[in-house]
């Protein structure tokens, strides 16, 4: 069974920047595609940045596009999401998710295999 265990949220001021790490074990990841998802009080889970197993394919959210990096390091078999020019609408619970196929394009929840617990990233205004 593999787990997928997030750190890195908190409380920020909007404009700051937040680092969220994603440590996966229990199996081997290395060559799953991985992603970000995040869900807001009362919406629905969201798409945020998926990563290919190789780490040469990203893919982002319009809405986070040139805010957002996603990165990993396969060797720890970690994966981050870097946020920079946090808006108070990035309010939300951050989901780290693996799916073992890779395809282009943004992801639905429904198509992850594993999920992690989340870590909540307030933003202030």
């Known amino acids: 069974q593999g787990q997928l265990v997030e750190s890195g949220g908190g409380l920020v001021q909007a404009g700051d920047s937040l680092r969220l790490s994603c440590a996966a074990s229990?199996?081997?990841?290395?060559?799953?595609?991985m992603g970000w998802f995040r869900q807001a009080p009362g919406k629905e889970r969201e798409f945020v940045a998926s990563i290919s197993g190789s780490g040469v394919n990203t893919y982002y959210a319009d809405s986070v596009k040139g805010r957002f990096t996603i990165s990993k390091d396969r060797a720890k078999n970690t994966v981050f999401l870097q946020m920079n020019s946090l808006k108070p609408e990035d309010t939300a619970v951050y989901y780290c998710?693996?799916?073992?196929?890779?395809?282009?394009?943004?992801?639905?929840?429904?198509?992850?295999?594993?999920w992690g617990k989340g870590t909540l990233v307030t933003v202030s205004s």
């Open positions: 998710a693996a799916r073992a196929r890779y395809d282009s394009g943004s992801y639905s929840p429904d198509a992850m295999d594993y």
């Open positions: 229990g199996r081997t990841f290395s060559t799953y595609t």
